[in-house]
């Protein structure tokens, strides 16, 4: 267990706004699961000692303290001699236990599509064509070169030229980013990231000890007079956007922006992650999406644009397969660095994903009906249900952004677990402590799962309180 004590102004900005109209030190100790299970708060976490924390918190001192007994009782903390109150591990919910009468229960908390039906087929096929893997070493660190040349065939055909060589293949996006962060970015190093974004490359930024300063996205996208005003001030070392389909808001950045923004971030040596791994996912019609890198308008700038691209969302979150696009000399520099941290990517699921490909457009094709079906009815049941909410229009990807008008985003998600579903706050998509009034609604799932997602948030928004707290203040940006 790692040992992280956490200090009671770090943990009241972890919470944000908690407080509903129950029992507060329940709400409390609710409020802390909902951190443990969303992995803010990891296990051997320590939790502040309960004066400090009541006085941060303006409760009495028996209210912290009956919170912690709650935490051990349900098993989240356990009081270990000389330490404090530590975080055991998250509760692991059982999907198939019933904790609501009607028995569901409804995961939300990941936005991530069914795996694709042609999964067995393309095992067969693995199997059946390509039997000399099993006598390779198994495992290399830049990818199989079939592989490599079908990732960037992918690019060239989209739009963007690439070769095989600028291709490095990794074990799905997230490796990706986090290669590229701690190659890039030294301790105190700035590095900019899209507020809201995708939480884990937010964590990944900081786990390098950089300064991870925020590029605001409004529930109706990119303000481009703030976006590069923002980019002027920070002068980012490593940026890391979504700009296709950004999660959470599932809108685009405009184009006319694409090409300013890579010439003022690479004007200030800075290099730039764009994260691809839903900017194939389209609503309504497949289309091609261009890829960022190919607005650059010189080519040493488009050396500093480095993509990162996946199969998880398109084709199946177990295939463990993600690559990142960059020039050649970068690539050699992020395969030395790669070694540190694993020994490569397997050969077998690159024989996969390299099958996966010849199906790629169909793939796609069936997304893009799923999707869409599953998006319509998620706004249509919003919009019946809960018609106050402002949902951000969505043109792609896995999710919307939702602007409920009020800050309870996280003690909605809490009363929606009591009810049976699971559903990370907006907190969670941004520095600590904002975002409370926002929510995260991923059409990921099916239609009957958002049928009765919606029907628990509408029964939890009408039971909570109307929020009397302060607005939260974003962080400054550096
Ligand atoms: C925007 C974004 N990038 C990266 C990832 C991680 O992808 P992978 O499963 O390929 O590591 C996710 C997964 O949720 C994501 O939403």
Known sequence: MVSQRLTARRLTNLLGNWRGHGHSYLELAASIELLVRDGVLPPGAVLPAERPLSEELGLSRTTVSAC????????????????????????????????????????????????????????ARAMNEHPETFELAGYDTLGRAELRERIAARYTQRGLATSAEQIMVTVGAQHAIYLIARTLLSRGDRSLIESPSYPH??????????????LPVMLDG????????????????????????????????????????????????????????????????????????????????????????????TVWGGLRVGWIRAAPDLIAQLEVSRRIGDLGTSSWEQVLATLAFDHYDEI?????????????????????????????????GVCVWVDLGEQRSSALSRECSKLGLQITPGPRFGSPGVFERFLRIPFSASEADLGDAVAMLEAAWAAGPQSSAPPQLASAVI
């Open 68 to 123: 912690y007994q709650r935490l051990r009782e349900t098993g989240v903390a356990l009081t270990r001699q000389g330490s404090g109150t530590v975080i055991r591990a998250p509760r692991v919910v059982d999907a198939g236990t019933a904790n609501d009468e009607s028995g569901a229960v409804v995961d939300l908390t990941r936005a991530i599509p069914e795996p694709w039906s042609g999964l067995p087929m393309l095992a």
């Open 201 to 214: 490359a937010r964590e990944a930024l900081a786990a390098t000890g950089a300064l991870v300063a925020d």
């Open 222 to 313: 990119h303000d481009p007079e703030l976006t590069i005003d923002t980019v002027r001030r920070t002068s980012p070392t490593l940026s890391y956007l979504i700009p296709d389909h950004h999660n959470p808001t599932g809108l685009s950045m405009p184009q006319e922006l694409r090409a300013q923004i890579i010439t003022e971030l690479s004007a200030r040596g800075g290099y730039i992650i764009v994260d691809e791994t839903t900017a194939e996912l389209t609503l309504r019609e497949t289309r091609t999406v261009l890829p960022f890198a190919a607005s650059a308008a010189l080519p040493h700038e488009q050396d500093r644009v480095i993509t990162v691209g996946s199969l998880s969302k």
């Open 364 to 396: 796609l094709l069936d997304r893009t009906k799923s999707l869409t079906a599953q998006h319509r009815a998620l706004i249509e049941q919003l919009g019946a249900q809960l018609p106050s909410w402002r949902v951000s229009q969505a043109i792609g």
